[in-house]
């Protein structure tokens, strides 16, 4: 059976919880129930309890931002995949301002990727090269290193319920998303590399998001891109109305696509 297209929203630090609340209720109103089309909202910790009471959960997901790797224990300040194990379905891991701005490497992702998992939360591993990556015709070596090393500790059953998003660092935030045979390529390299790691079946349940500059207006290319089974959505999420649109947009796909 085809999965669902699935369109990610993260809220990265922005949104209250008073203000969370408001814009899953405002989504709430714009988006239809449609079983073609998962949505997920990534807030911020803080808000991840109150709206799992508030959600719809015919219509939205949750998704924590980030988490721990370790179950429990001395650490303060942080919070384990273990305590978000009920609240959320699914983490992004490995989001390029976590490996940017707190010096993630590719072991602290990986353990986070197996920590997700054993927890019964599916991790969505996001992958990209940064621009001086790209200037410098990096960007399949670092697909590579990223996605390989992410899920070496995983078996072949576990795999299948990974997402991964690609994100070219460089087109975040850009409003210029990256062009589509480029997509189409990376997200090709990146199957491969789950191809040659799991093989076929493997391969071809994974799901793989695109993810940077995504607005309304670039849905309907992207998801027409074959290989991309979703998107990840960053500033546009924060906008109720660029973020219905967006499911829509996904939706309409979902209907040629079936
Ligand atoms: C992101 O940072 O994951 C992202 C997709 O951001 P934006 O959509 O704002 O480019």
Known sequence: MKKPILVVGNWKMHLNTQEASTLVHRLSQSIKVHRSVEVVIAPSLLSLQPLSLEIDRRKFRLAAQDAYFKDEGAFTGE????????LVHYSIVGHSSRRISFNETLEVVREKVNAAVRNGIVPILCVGETKEEHDAGETKQVLHDQV??????????????????????????????????????????????????????????????????????FVHGILSIEGVDGLLVGGASLNHKQFAAIIDGAYQIAITRS
């Not at 919070?79 to 009920?86: A, E, G, K």
């Not at 790691?197 to 940077?212: H, M």
């Open 148 to 217: 390989t090393s992410a899920i070496s500790g995983l078996t072949s059953e576990d795999i299948r319920d990974v997402v991964v998003a690609y994100e070219p660092v460089w087109a975040i935030g850009t409003g210029d998303p990256e062009k589509p045979e480029s997509i189409k390529r990376n997200i090709d390299y990146i199957r491969m590399q789950v191809r040659e790691l799991y093989g076929e079946t493997a391969a071809s349940e994974v799901r793989l998001l695109y993810g940077a500059s995504v607005e309304p207006d």
């Open 79 to 86: 919070v384990s995949f273990t305590m978000l194990r009920d």
